[in-house]
Nanobody, 125 residues
């Protein structure tokens, strides 16, 4: 059973920063790519960033330059550093595991099968 726990969300002003964390097991990180996704009411869950098993990061174009994904293998944790936050970044952020072991980074939610509970990010002045 794959278990993922997100943390780090909260309320931040426009232009501010947050770092989200996704903690899982060592074996999960050894076999599965991890993705970060965002969901806002009325919209489909959208891919933000992902990191493959070998640690190669990938950001969706619309988030490049502001969001950075990284992994700390000693802590079994994947991070999403979010800078220069905008009002439209508000939403629930989820991490998830790709359904296929050893896959490269994929950013469509349909490729992912295990999800964390989500963490709320609110950008507001």
């Amino acid at each position: 059973q794959v278990h993922l726990v997100e943390s780090g969300g909260g309320l931040v002003q426009p232009g501010g920063s947050l770092r989200l964390a996704c903690t899982t097991s060592r074996s999960t990180l050894e076999y599965y790519a991890i993705g970060w996704f965002r969901q806002v009411p009325g919209k489909e869950r959208e891919g933000v960033s992902c990191i493959s098993v070998d640690g190669t990061p990938y950001n969706v174009d619309s988030f490049k330059g502001r969001f950075t994904i990284s992994r700390d293998d000693a802590k079994n944790t994947v991070y999403l550093q979010m800078n220069s936050l905008k009002l439209e970044d508000t939403g629930v952020y989820y991490c998830a595991t790709d359904r296929a072991p050893w896959s490269g980074c994929r950013t469509l939610a349909t490729f992912y099968n295990y999800w964390g509970q989500g963490t709320q990010v609110t950008v507001s002045s």
